[in-house]
């Protein structure tokens, strides 16, 4: 397969939050969100436990275009950075991922904490969060402004 041939992805789901406009992240992760999977896909649910981390994939549906080089979180007091530096929602496939954590589990609904997608963005992907994979701590914790 070629770099530039598309690729077609069906949503898993969507996100269901209190969020309609972007707000700064950390409003956004202080407030619960649902992940509601579509109800064919809830067996792929079962496992899942309370207080367990999950990386939520989701498509950042309401941003339109991107420049290569961006500032950090929109602060323009802050350099600029290429935006695969970044992890704003301005890029060539706007692709949000986020790590939260389970607070319930029930049918075809996850409700998670943490979670900085907006209401409607449709899911991609979740995939259980497994530090041996996931992170490095030290490492994680230097790119925390990003």
């Given at each position: ?32 969100s649902r992940l ?111």
């Amino acid at each position: 397969m070629r770099t530039t041939e598309p690729i077609t992805l069906t949503p898993i789901g969507h996100v269901e939050s209190r969020f309609t406009e972007p707000e700064p992240l950390e409003e956004m992760r202080r407030h619960p969100s649902r992940l509601v999977l579509r109800p064919d896909l809830a067996g792929g649910l079962d496992g899942l436990a309370v207080g367990d981390w999950l990386v939520v994939l989701f498509y950042c549906h309401r941003a339109r275009g991107y420049e290569l080089r961006q500032h950090p979180r929109g602060d323009a007091t802050q350099p600029l950075r290429g935006v695969f530096a970044l992890r704003s929602p301005y890029r060539p496939n706007p692709i949000g991922v986020t790590v939260a954590r389970i607070e319930a589990v029930e049918g075809n609904v996850v409700q998670v904490s943490g979670l900085d997608a907006l209401d409607g963005s449709p899911l991609l992907d979740i995939k259980p969060y497994v530090s041996f994979f996931d992170s490095d701590s030290e490492e994680c914790d230097a790119n925390a402004s990003l």
